[in-house]
Each structure stands twice: as C-alpha cells, then as structure tokens.
C-alpha cells in the first residue's frame, strides 16, 4: 500500500470554527489532492499541488484553502467550516508528468461533520 | 460541471454475468482512468488507457476508449460477489498542471 496518511480519520466540529485536515506522504510524489466525496456526486477535487508551495484549484475550491510546505504534507483548512462542508475527504498522490501514467493512490478519508 | 459521468449509475447483476459501465467527458484527455471503491474505503486503480489507444485489457477487465465520442467502457467479465464495489472514470488532462477529475460513479451489485 502506498504510504498515505490522513489525520484525523473522524471529525465533528461546529458551525464557524476552523478546521485543518493532514495528508502526509511516504512516497515523495510530486502531486497531492484534495477531493471531497459526497452522495450523488462522486469525487470532486478540491485543491491540488504539483510541488512544494505549487498549487492550484479544482472543481469546488470555495470555502477551502490548501498549504505545501514540505513534499510529504498537504494541508486542507477550513478557516470557517459550514455545514454544506460535512463530507468524507480523501486525500490522493500521483507522480503523473514524469511517466504519463497519472495513477492515483488514495488514503483512507477523513470524515467530517459540521453541525 | 465533471468531467466524467458514468452511466448506470447502478447495476445488479448475477455471479458470471458480465457488467458493463460507461463513462462519457466533454474535453480532451491526455488518459482516461478507471478506479473502484469497496465501502468505506479509499479509491483503488484498476486500468488507464492513453488518449491514443483504443483497447486495454488487464484480467477480467477490458477498457474501450472512443475519443471521437468522448466515451469509454469498462467491461468487467465473468462478474463475482466479490466485485461488488462502486466504480469510477477518471480524466486526466495537463492543464499546466495535471487535474485528475472523476465522474459520479457506478455502484455495482453482483449478487452470489
């Protein structure tokens, strides 16, 4: 498996307050996502970085802010998280670009609920 | 609006019957990818096809793509219980960077 962990696996947090979800990486891959997974709509990508402090929106990127500092961690922020953000978070990492291969490994999500 | 949208958005099949799942998208590709998800897990890789290939296979998996009609399908033969899972296409195009978008999925029941 590949070396993916997010923390933390579960969350309830209120209405307005901030909330910070981790990926860290064993595998030193250049790219890291952020996507949300929610019923009815699959996966959509939040954020994602193509290398330390290189990064660059998805598809519903309102409402959230992304930090690389280090090649091994991506940060997902919340800075006032609502309840339309309750969801499960999955953090993803790829070397696509070097090979054209673009595959995914994926970590084992964070779920969220914002009451 | 995605990428990819997978069409059924459920089937239910009987052991050794074959499934099929289609994926449509509206832009140019650099790869189509396909992923499966078991509950309450992450997303694993199942196959990738390049934009320049028409037909992939990998075991019981078969993967058509039709550039031409933004389409592909996953073929999935001799179906076991096992099988059972939710399954996703994924595009991948270089945008300056490159963004892996997924479609809503299939969710796949393959009843013993």
């Known amino acids: 498996d590949a070396g993916i962990t997010q923390s933390p696996r579960h969350k309830v947090t209120e209405t307005g307050t901030p909330v910070t979800l981790r990926c860290h990486q064993t595998?030193?891959?250049?790219?890291m996502y952020w996507y949300r997974q929610d019923p009815g709509h699959g996966l959509r990508l939040i954020h994602y970085s193509y290398g330390v402090k290189d990064t660059d929106k998805g598809e519903v990127s309102d409402g959230y802010s992304v930090s690389r500092s280090k090649t091994e961690d991506f940060l997902l922020t919340l800075e006032s998280a609502t309840s339309s953000q309750t969801s499960v978070y999955f953090c993803?990492?790829?070397?696509?670009?070097?090979?054209?291969?673009?595959?995914?490994?994926f970590g084992e999500g964070s779920r969220l609920t914002v009451l | 609006s995605q990428q990819g949208e997978e069409d059924p958005q459920a089937l239910s099949i009987q052991e050794g019957e074959n499934a099929t799942m289609n994926c449509s998208y509206k832009?140019?590709?650099?790869?189509l990818q396909w992923y499966r998800q078991n509950s309450g897990r992450g997303l694993v890789h199942l196959i990738l096809i390049r934009s320049n290939e028409r037909e992939k296979h990998s075991g019981r998996l078969r993967v058509t793509l039709d550039t031409s009609k933004k389409s592909s399908s996953l073929l999935i033969t001799a179906s076991r219980a096992a099988d059972t899972a939710s399954y996703f296409c994924?595009?991948?195009?270089?945008?300056?960077?490159?963004?892996?978008?997924f479609g809503a999925g299939t969710r796949l029941f393959v009843k013993a």
């Open positions: 994924a595009t991948v195009k270089n945008t300056g960077g490159f963004k892996t978008i």
């Open positions: 993803a990492i790829s070397e696509v670009g070097r090979a054209d291969t673009g595959e995914l490994f």
């Open positions: 595998e030193n891959h250049r790219y």
């Open positions: 832009t140019s590709i650099n790869n």
